[in-house]
């Protein structure tokens, strides 16, 4: 099954790339897969805003045009920006195309606690792990001439809380959890116990959702800014890592005004951090 869309404002490789996700890759230039909601997509670009999706057109409604949020107009969001802001034009001229994803919410909880100082890779190879060791197996979709071959030959579904129930501390620091496995399983249990419900934590204002992130053992300002960033869709939001604080202490005097974008702030973070992380990188 193939889905074809016309999309502006979409760039899937440079989404990979922005570290909002750790299960979503570039395979090449022109296509890139995902791995979320028990589903493997991959899409490849067909050249002037045009996109092969490999889901059905059911899928593509009900999942993917959600998690991409497609149905936002970034064009009028970065309109907003200030003009004489020089480099956060740049940055958004570099990131042109990214948006942000709308994660599961159990999935960006436990990823964003694995990814407590540590590199991309290795918060990537954890979480792999993890659903190698508790999720199910994803049988792949039937791929047609637009698609690329798959990275690796077996994908695994992120696994629920259910299924990580009986997770031990010793399975854990098996994929290289460390420190993080106690705050895993506090989650876990948090989420097992009802303590954590998604459904209500959709339905709290910014602040309350925050104190209720930050109640949880292990989460900080920045995780708890994360996850409400990349599973909550709290775009205004405006996590600080060290990429950010660079930022701040190189081009805004130490700190970014969020106040200027109170609604979109987030979004202008992913903008910063992709086009620091990457530019800096191609010097």
Same mark, same amino acid.
């Given at each position: 099954?193939?889905?074809?869309?016309?999309?502006?404002?979409?760039?899937?490789?440079?989404?990979?790339?922005?570290?909002?996700?750790?299960?979503?890759?570039?395979?090449?230039?022109?296509?890139?897969?995902?791995?979320?909601?028990?589903? !493997?997509?991959?899409?490849?670009?067909?050249?002037?805003?045009?996109?092969?999706?490999?889901?059905?057109?059911?899928?593509?409604?009900?999942?993917?045009?959600?998690?991409?949020?497609?149905?936002?107009?970034?064009?009028?969001?970065?309109?907003?920006?200030?003009?004489?802001?020089?480099?956060?034009?740049?940055?958004?001229?570099?990131?042109?195309?990214?948006?942000?994803?709308?994660?599961?919410?159990?999935?960006?909880?436990?990823?964003?606690?694995?990814?407590?100082?540590?590199?991309?890779?290795?918060?990537?190879?954890?979480?792999?792990?993890?659903?190698?060791?508790?999720?199910?197996?994803?049988?792949?979709?039937?791929?047609?001439?637009?698609?690329?071959?798959?990275?690796?030959?077996?994908?695994?579904?992120?696994?629920?809380?259910?299924?990580?129930?009986?997770?031990?501390?010793?399975?854990?620091?098996?994929?290289?959890?460390?420190?993080?496995?106690?705050?895993?399983?506090?989650?876990?249990?948090?989420?097992?116990?009802?303590?954590?419900?998604?459904?209500?934590?959709?339905?709290?204002?910014?602040?309350?959702?925050?104190?209720?992130?930050?109640?949880?053992?292990?989460?900080?300002?920045?995780?708890?800014?994360?996850?409400?960033?990349?599973?909550?869709?709290?775009?205004?939001?405006?996590?600080?890592?060290?990429?950010?604080?660079?930022?701040?202490?190189?081009?805004?005097?130490?700190?970014?005004?969020?106040?200027? !974008?109170?609604?979109?702030?987030?979004?202008?973070?992913?903008?910063?951090?992709?086009?620091?992380?990457?530019?800096?990188?191609?010097?």
């Amino acid at each position: 099954m193939t889905v074809i869309k016309q999309i502006d404002f979409f760039d899937p490789n440079k989404i990979a790339l922005s570290g909002q996700a750790f299960r979503i890759h570039p395979i090449d230039e022109t296509h890139t897969e995902t791995v979320a909601f028990g589903r !493997y997509l991959q899409i490849a670009s067909l050249g002037n805003d045009r996109y092969a999706f490999s889901c059905s057109e059911e899928d593509f409604d009900k999942i993917w045009s959600s998690y991409f949020d497609l149905d936002t107009n970034y064009k009028s969001i970065v309109d907003t920006v200030d003009s004489t802001d020089s480099y956060l034009q740049s940055a958004i001229n570099y990131g042109y195309g990214i948006r942000i994803l709308k994660q599961d919410a159990f999935e960006a909880t436990i990823s964003y606690i694995i990814s407590q100082r540590r590199s991309i890779p290795s918060i990537t190879t954890c979480v792999d792990r993890l659903s190698e060791l508790k999720g199910k197996k994803i049988v792949l979709p039937e791929l047609d001439e637009h698609f690329a071959k798959p990275l690796k030959k077996e994908y695994y579904s992120f696994p629920t809380y259910e299924e990580l129930k009986d997770i031990t501390s010793d399975e854990l620091n098996s994929i290289g959890a460390g420190y993080r496995t106690a705050y895993i399983m506090a989650a876990v249990n948090d989420f097992m116990s009802g303590k954590l419900d998604t459904a209500q934590m959709h339905s709290c204002k910014d602040e309350q959702l925050y104190e209720v992130l930050t109640s949880m053992y292990g989460v900080g300002a920045k995780v708890a800014n994360c996850i409400m960033l990349f599973a909550f869709h709290r775009t205004g939001r405006f996590p600080i890592d060290v990429w950010v604080q660079r930022i701040q202490d190189k081009y805004y005097g130490g700190s970014f005004d969020c106040s200027l !974008y109170p609604d979109t702030a987030g979004i202008m973070q992913q903008f910063m951090f992709f086009y620091e992380r990457l530019e800096e990188s191609h010097k």
